[in-house]
């Protein structure tokens, strides 16, 4: 549950004050924060047009433990499903995404589709939290 000075924050939109302009963006991404349903958000843009600072100001807002967040071209597949099983954080924040090897594009969006993460490298699997993870016996 996001404590009561986020959501007053998120409902006055002052999690994004440190940027100028944009309202459109900053209410889509207040309702989307806001939601109990999963929301996925893609921000495509030329360089400068904030797309960076929208996501720092994500994480100040949320920190370490509800939000990660990394760069495409430095993310590697294993080190993302780890922090999602591990740390299982309610935002995912993926700079530069174009950047992610498909590969790792496509178990995002699979994901993304269906809620349920699975890593297939043994036929033994175990649940944890709506995510399916591969163990190796």
Do not use: W
């Not at 009561?4 to 944009?22: D, H, M, P, V």
């Not at 360089?47 to 960076?52: D, E, F, H, M, S």
């Amino acid at each position: 549950m996001v404590p009561a000075f986020r959501s007053r924050q998120l409902e006055r939109g002052q999690i994004f004050e440190k940027i100028f302009g944009y309202e459109g963006i900053k209410r889509t991404l207040v309702r989307s924060l806001d939601s109990k349903e999963p929301v996925h958000i893609l921000l495509v843009g030329p360089p400068g047009q904030a797309k960076t600072l929208f996501l720092k100001c994500v994480l100040e807002a949320f920190g370490e433990k509800k939000a990660f967040f990394t760069v495409g071209g430095n993310a590697s597949k294993s080190g993302l499903i780890d922090v999602l099983f591990d740390m299982q954080p309610k935002y995912l924040l993926i700079d530069e995404i174009e950047h992610l090897k498909p590969e790792y594009q496509t178990a995002l969006l699979s994901l993304m589709e269906t809620g349920i993460l699975t890593v297939c490298s043994t036929p033994f699997t175990t649940f944890s939290n709506g995510f399916v993870k591969s163990m190796k016996v």
